[in-house]
Every structure is written in structure tokens, then in C-alpha cells.
């Protein structure tokens, strides 16, 4: 069975950097790509960006490039997101997904989301 | 980028009801699209998949069609489960983009 576990919940203040773990099991990590999607408090979904565990290599959306940095630990078959100089608007729930390495696999599994909160 | 045009924001329906959402993408994306449903406090769950390939699982209920530009997701007799907000994924070129999202509430 594919899982997909992430880290808790996180407070943070403006300013700081957040990182994200979303751990997999039940497939082999380095086949599938892994994304980041991000939803915002009764907002709609945000797609951040993407790792490949196999090289490493990355592709990020340019909303979120220059602050976001996502990692792929294959030893422990965990993916990362990071993301730093933290502002109120990053306040939101955090998806850890995949589907594939061009989002093609009949199935795709995702996270149950980090909720990041931003605060003074 | 691609950007999807997803209508309505939002439908009020009856159990019972056929209900139809439409994306459109601005550019061709082939059938690289899937059709998501989110309950509140829960992970988006995939429908339709390749634009209308239904997912395992899914109640057959649910259908999508469309290719190229234009795509639908169809439920065709409402059930009380059905009443959450979903969203079209074009995954046809990076950055990946979601519609903005239709919310399907009670009538």
C-alpha cells in the first residue's frame, strides 16, 4: 500500500523558514516524481513545484521560485519542502503528491497535508 | 503558463440532479487533465483521470470528456457524498495549474 506521511503542523513568524517532510512507502521512491501543492485557508490548490528523487532536479512555479526549496532524501525515502522568508499570505495547508513521473499512473496518492502558520 | 478557466464557482443542486463542470484550457493540452474532489479538512481525491478515464473506485456516477481545450466533469444523479468543491489539473506542461475550483452545495 503507497502512504504518503507528513510532518506536523508548524507556527512560525514572519520572516523564519518552514521545512516539510513527507515521508512514502510502498513504492519505489526514485520512479515517481513528488510535488508540492499548497492551499491556502478556503482558497483553491496551488501547485509549488516538484523533485526528482532519481537526480535530484527540480522544477519550481514562479510564484513560489527564489523561496522554495524541495528535496528528495533517498536514504530515507522522504521528500522535503522548504520554504523560507515566511509571510501571513503562506499561512495554508501543505500537499506532499504523486502520480507518476508525468503525473500518468492511473492512481495517485497524496498526503494528508502540513498546516503552516504564520504569526507574529 | 496554461491557465484554466473552471465554471461555475460555484452550483446549487438538488440529490438527484445531473450537474456538469466545465474547464477550459488556454492553450491545447491534449488529454492531460484530471478532475479532483476535496471535502473540507481532506486531501483532494482524483475522479477522472486522462481527461476521462474514470479512477478505480470511483462511482460510475461520475464521467469526464473533453480534449484539447474544453473538458467537463458530469455526475449524473447527484448523491449526498457528492456535495464538496472540485477542481480540474492540467498536467500537460509545468507549472502545472488547478481551476479555480467549483463549490457544489445542497439546494
Known amino acids: 500500500e503507497v502512504q504518503l506521511v507528513q510532518s506536523g503542523a508548524e507556527v512560525k513568524k514572519p520572516g523564519a523558514t518552514v521545512k516539510i517532510s513527507c515521508k512514502v512507502s510502498?513504492?519505489?521512491?526514485?520512479?515517481?516524481?513528488m510535488h508540492w501543492v499548497q492551499q491556502a485557508p478556503g482558497k483553491g490548490l496551488e501547485w509549488m513545484g516538484l523533485v526528482d528523487p532519481e537526480d535530484g532536479e527540480t522544477i519550481y512555479a514562479e510564484k513560489f521560485q527564489g523561496r522554495v526549496t524541495i528535496t528528495a532524501d533517498t536514504s530515507t525515502d522522504t521528500a522535503y519542502m522548504e520554504l523560507s522568508s515566511l509571510r501571513s499570505e503562506d499561512t495554508a495547508v501543505y500537499y506532499c503528491?504523486?502520480?507518476?513521473?508525468?503525473?500518468?499512473?492511473?492512481?495517485?496518492?497524496w498526503g494528508q497535508g502540513t498546516l503552516v502558520t504564520v504569526s507574529s | 503558463d496554461i491557465q484554466m478557466t473552471q465554471s461555475p464557482s460555484s452550483l446549487s443542486a438538488s440529490v438527484g440532479d445531473r450537474v456538469t463542470i466545465t474547464c477550459r484550457a488556454s492553450?491545447?493540452?491534449?488529454?492531460?487533465l484530471g478532475w479532483y474532489q476535496q471535502k473540507p479538512g481532506k486531501a483532494p481525491k482524483r475522479l477522472i483521470y486522462?481527461?476521462?478515464s474514470l479512477q478505480s473506485g470511483v462511482p460510475s456516477r461520475f464521467s469526464g470528456s473533453g480534449s484539447g481545450t474544453e473538458f467537463t466533469l458530469t455526475i449524473s444523479s447527484l448523491q449526498p457524498e457528492d456535495f464538496a468543491t472540485y477542481y480540474c489539473?492540467?498536467?500537460?506542461?509545468?507549472?502545472?495549474?488547478f481551476g479555480q475550483g467549483t463549490k457544489l452545495e445542497i439546494k
Open positions: 492553450q491545447g493540452i491534449r488529454n492531460d
Open positions: 510502498g513504492y519505489t521512491f526514485t520512479d515517481y516524481y
Open positions: 486522462a481527461a476521462s
Open positions: 503528491a504523486t502520480a507518476g513521473r508525468q503525473w500518468e499512473l492511473p492512481e495517485d496518492y
Open positions: 489539473l492540467q498536467h500537460n506542461s509545468f507549472p502545472y495549474t
